[in-house]
């Protein structure tokens, strides 16, 4: 069944959670988990456009990497509700060496640029500010728990901090690349 009514009243539970404790919805815990589950929804608008595409980076193609930082999603999702899982220092670097690849076929970056250019890009630029706010989401629950009000007993790795702020960096690169790839300009705004 997919209702079961015990969240009615505005609590719910993490399946490390005392048994017979509920908690608020609103806690720090559940809007990061909630804006992570938004990001990698979102992400799967994303990985059908790329989809159409047939743009890779290392051969490795757009739609892969969306689906691996999918992947990487749920494993965070994971660690915040009290699982031993957490991001590897590895998947770190993989995210890195893909920046680094893009960045090579990109003209160096001197201003900021306006989100647009194609529907792909556009969709990166969109998905980068859901990782922002994911990223924020986290970190508050990381300071939380590192000044004894946590809700869990377990603290965010430094592993999963690390790969939720190249995510978003990861994001801008592929907006970028994206309106590269067929030729249009960066747009910096007028101010």
Do not use: W
């Amino acid at each position: 069944m997919l209702y079961t009514g015990k969240g009615d009243g505005g609590t719910t539970k993490l399946f490390n959670t005392p048994v017979g404790e509920r908690l608020s919805k609103s806690a720090n815990i559940f809007e990061a988990l909630g804006t992570i589950d938004e990001l990698n929804s979102f992400l799967g608008i994303v990985k059908v456009l790329c989809t159409q595409t047939g743009y890779a980076v290392n051969a490795q193609s757009f739609e892969s990497i969306i689906h691996n930082v999918q992947e990487n999603l749920f494993i965070i999702q994971a660690e915040l509700a009290g699982s031993a899982m957490s991001i590897t220092e590895s998947t770190i670097h993989e995210v890195e060496g893909l920046i680094t690849n893009i960045e090579t076929n990109l003209p160096p970056i001197k201003t900021f640029f306006i989100s647009g250019g194609t529907l792909l890009g556009a969709h990166f630029d969109t998905a980068r500010t859901i990782a922002r706010r994911a990223e924020r989401r986290v970190v508050a629950v990381h300071e939380a728990g590192s000044q004894g009000q946590s809700l869990r007993k377990n603290k965010v790795s430094e592993q999963t901090l690390k790969y939720l702020n190249r995510l978003s960096s990861l994001f801008y690169a592929l907006a970028r690349y994206s309106n590269h790839l067929v030729g249009i300009d960066e747009k910096p705004p007028s101010y």
